[in-house]
């Protein structure tokens, strides 16, 4: 099993000058690996038999991959004697970033998708570094022994799990100082299979008015967290903006916003989990919809769409679900709040209108009655039929409850 473990670091003054010195160097590689990129695409890119309007011919080369690039590394450390003073696999970590979002850009993800242009980062803007490997022991108290760095304090608000190796380590510079986020394996704990009972299952449709409305009525009201922080926001990016750019003052209120934009996020992820720790407590199958954010966040609900968070939510949502032996289904979201949950005809409805009502008799909220719909096609998934069968041949088994479920 494998699981991540977030902990807040305490270095030193002299420390935390260092961390910022090896961030400034691998930010400024990462930038020359992924112009080096650019360079081959721009002259390489145009077939053998045809070229653009204004050609250049210059010398061939091959192109520069991960292996090629990072080949280069020991050379690097000769032209740049400074550069030896980090250690050998965090740069090699950086030729595999440069990798990985290059690919993304030409060629896709595993599903198909790919990503924009990808931008050079300024050094404010570049504020992680990994260790692919650490070795046993590296952990001695509050102590993380990171190489070639040396020891930095930990808080260890929760302790490791026993038998969980430290496989990877990351650090990270936010608004409010440095974290380290531990990958944990033990391969002693088998992943956990889903075993639920498909009669315990609720529909959900998220909204605006409400945050999520389930298919047996309950609500859970939206927060907003970022329109309740908005008039504090306001004040101080109208402080960063009068500040003279370069001056000490203006990177002081540059960190005051990024601490209170912090917070607002930090308070939207307890929200999530919360809710999400709610609704599996309660239900073992939890059907949603297959939802377009990204689409919504071009809208004129932009604001209210992203401060709700939704892909966060389900995202978290399903992670819980996985590792507590549950189902999270997602159905399509054509006409669900069109149509009528009772007889299945389409009853128009404009979004400002929030209330159901049908020429069968059935009347209800326009939420709840799209919640209901929802848990319906859900019922209808192979996933769902498939395990409602072995419940009928074999009677409702016990929930898993290992130890690795409290992990999330």
Known sequence: MRTAYQYRLQPTKQQNVELD???????????????????????????????????????????????????????????????????????????????????????????????????????????????????DGCLQGNLINLPMFGKVKVVLHRPIPDGFKIKTASVTKKADGYYLTLSLEDKTVPEIKPDFNPNSITGIDVGLKEFLTTSEGETVAIPQHYRKAQKRLRVIQKRVSRRKKGSNSRLEAIKQLGLQHKKVADKRKDFHFKTANWLLSKHDVVAHEDLNV???????????????????????????????????????????????????????KKLHQRWHSCSCGCELDRDHNAAINIKNRAVGQPVLKAQSMSYVITGVAEKPTPYCTQLV
């Open 21 to 135: 010195r090896w961030l400034a160097m691998l930010c400024s590689q990462y930038n020359y690996l992924l112009a080096d990129r650019f360079n081959w695409y721009e002259q390489n890119r145009s077939p053998i038999n045809a070229c653009p309007l204004v050609c250049h011919l210059p010398e061939r080369r091959d192109n520069p991959d991960y292996y090629s690039q990072k080949k280069t590394l020991p050379q690097l450390k000769k032209t740049h004697p400074w550069y030896g003073e980090i250690y050998s696999q965090v740069l090699q970590d950086v030729v595999k970033q440069v990798k990985v979002t290059f690919e993304r850009f030409l060629k896709g993800d595993s599903n198909g998708k790919r990503s924009g242009k990808p931008r050079f980062k300024p050094r404010n803007r570049y504020r992680t570094f990994t260790y692919p490997q650490m070795k």
């Open 294 to 348: 990204k689409g919504l966040a071009r809208t004129r609900l932009a604001k209210s769409v992203l401060d709700a968070g939704w892909s966060s939510f389900l995202s978290i949502l399903t992670n819980k679900a996985v590792n507590a032996g549950l189902l999270v289904i997602p159905v399509s979201a054509h006409n669900t709040s069109q149509d009528c949950s009772n007889c299945g005809e389409k009853v128009p």
